[in-house]
């Protein structure tokens, strides 16, 4: 994904499916300056993890 799209979505009002390698995710925020996302796994909320937006896909 890239970082425009990626501001798109969170500016979504709708939710939009993302996965990170596979996984559904909820992005918090996004690092304009590392290029990463807050990310966290839909199954998993506690799980935080900071992850390049270019792994992140959408589906």
Do not use: Y
């Not at 979505?9 to 909820?26: Q, S």
């Amino acid at each position: 994904m890239d970082s425009e799209r990626l501001k798109e979505i969170l500016r979504e009002k709708k939710k939009i499916e993302v996965h990170f390698h596979g996984t559904p995710v909820w992005i918090k925020k996004f690092d304009s300056c590392s290029q990463t996302a807050l990310v966290h796994s839909i199954l998993n909320p506690v799980h935080q993890m900071q992850v390049k937006v270019d792994d992140l896909k959408e589906v």
